[in-house]
């Protein structure tokens, strides 16, 4: 079993910063993509980072510049560091991981959201 735990989230000003982290736990062989996505109340769920096992990144156009994903992959982490918040950037923040367990199967992981609340 394979668990992704999420802190970090809470309430800061606009233009101010947060740092989200998300570690996984359990019979972990290896972890390959790791994202973070987000869902803001009525809106449908969006990718904001990803970054592959070789910590290849990707970003969403609406956080580029602002947002920095990265892993510790020692520590079985993923990172989220935003900056220059605005608040259109509210929103319940989800990490998903792609684990390889020991068995050798991969299976998809979701961690149960940390809320991001940027006041104007």
């Known amino acids: 079993q394979v668990q992704l735990v999420e802190s970090g989230g809470g309430l800061v000003q606009t233009g101010g910063s947060l740092r989200l982290s998300c570690a996984a736990s359990?019979?972990?062989?290896?972890?390959?993509?790791m994202d973070w996505y987000r869902q803001a109340p009525g809106k449908r769920r969006e990718l904001v980072a990803t970054?592959?096992?070789?910590?290849?990144?990707n970003y969403a156009d609406s956080v580029k510049g602002r947002f920095t994903i990265s892993r510790d992959n020692a520590k079985n982490t993923v990172y989220l560091q935003m900056s220059s918040l605005k608040p259109e950037d509210t929103a319940v923040y989800y990490c998903h991981g792609v684990v390889k367990v020991a068995s050798g199967s991969t299976y998809s992981y979701w961690g149960q959201g940390t809320q991001v609340t940027v006041s104007s």
């Open positions: 359990g019979t972990i062989f290896s972890i390959n993509g």
């Open positions: 970054i592959t096992d070789g910590a290849r990144t």
